[in-house]
């Protein structure tokens, strides 16, 4: 006759705790799925946002790292999603529409800052 057999849990490699077998599948599942729109929202959102760091980069004279710290100022101060405020920029650069007035008033408050502040280093790489 055998002893009976232990049941041993064990958790995948690589899978983090309390996610083990035995963890809710569909709970994980919504995780990842949640991660992954996160994921696709940030990749569409790239190319938009790197063109509004470029357009300010050629019209303050800025780098890219002060270009895309002034982005996130002026998403942060006017409470606008980053994507949002890089297409309003492109919008207003490319000449369809202008830049609403709280958002020109952040944007120029960035700028001066950073003016001001001393943080621009002219010709330095962002």
């Known amino acids: 006759m055998r002893p009976p057999q232990r049941r041993v849990s064990r958790r995948a490699k690589g899978v983090p705790t309390g996610w083990s077998a035995c963890d809710d599948t569909s709970e994980r599942t919504e995780r990842l799925e949640e991660e992954n729109a996160q994921l696709r ?14 357009a300010l980069m ?10 895309w710290e002034i982005l996130v100022e002026v998403s942060q101060n006017s409470n606008v999603k980053l994507r949002a405020v890089a297409e309003q920029v492109m919008a207003a650069v490319s000449g369809q529409e202008s830049l609403p ?26």
């Open 41 to 54: 929202y940030a990749i569409k959102s790239r190319p938009v946002i790197d063109l509004a760091r470029g």
């Open 58 to 67: 050629a019209g303050f004279g800025c780098t890219a790292r002060e270009a």
């Open 101 to 126: 007035p709280a958002l020109e008033s952040h944007l120029q408050t960035a700028v001066r800052r950073r003016r001001l502040s001393g943080e621009h280093e002219p010709g330095a790489d962002g």
